[in-house]
């Protein structure tokens, strides 16, 4: 017997731009304005450097950000989160079979202790990479506001790249990067541009890159 039509909605987590105009709307331009050669002003990027901090504390859960914003406290957002991961444990024990269970408590105990850890891998070179109209960009995450680039140069030599992409804690800039390097045949120098931009305009990326002479783009793997 029909039981009338299902419709289905997908609910994503909030980003990063949607919990900045949840708390601070007045900032929301400032991000999507950004490009290296329009910095917003340095009160508005203290703000959102800020509010960064706290997103990575309260995450995406919509009701943990209604949360945060009705009481402004991690406590209250703590709550929040057991009451969803007590949620899903009760789901493992209702649908999984036994071995699958243990295996799903442990996957679920270990994400806590991996968070912020990095994944290393015998030939990395940069974090990530991006793609760009068919181009590769390699893009370096620094933590801080000071710190060398790990190791570009190599790579951006041996795939004759020409912009690279760091984000950090600074305001946005754009310079021209020469280093020489060893090579199998000597001493060569490498030049590329290197686009930094802050932690908290990640979501804008394909735009400010779009801005720059290139096109949309998605993110790969690490290298």
């Known amino acids: 017997m029909p039981v009338g039509r299902i419709h289905y909605y997908h609910l994503h987590p909030v980003s990063f731009g949607e919990f900045v105009n949840t708390m601070e709307p007045a900032l929301v331009k400032y991000i999507q304005e950004l490009t290296p050669g329009s910095p917003p002003p340095a009160i508005a990027h203290q703000k959102l450097l800020q509010l960064q901090r706290e997103f990575f504390c309260v995450g995406g859960m919509s009701e943990a950000v209604f949360e945060y914003q009705k009481k402004k406290s991690l406590i209250s957002v703590q709550e929040v989160h057991r009451s969803i991961i007590d949620t899903y444990q009760d789901d493992f024990a209702k649908y999984a079979r036994r071995n699958d269970l243990m295996l799903l408590q442990k996957v679920l105990s ?4 991996a968070l912020g850890q990095k994944i290393k891998y015998a030939a990395a070179e940069v974090d990530y990479v991006l793609s760009l109209s068919g181009k590769v960009v390699p893009v370096e995450v620094k933590s801080g506001k000071s710190g060398a680039l790990k190791s570009p140069y190599q790579f951006m030599h041996r795939r004759g790249l020409a912009r690279a992409v760091r984000f950090d804690l600074n305001l946005p ?8 390097i060893s090579t199998k045949k000597g001493v060569a120098e490498v030049n590329f541009t290197l686009i930094s931009l802050p932690l908290y305009a990640v979501e804008e990326l394909p735009w400010i890159m779009k801005t720059l002479g290139g096109e949309s783009s998605s993110f790969g793997s690490s290298v």
């Open 110 to 113: 270990f994400i806590p202790r």
């Open 173 to 180: 800039s754009e310079q021209n990067v020469t280093h020489a």
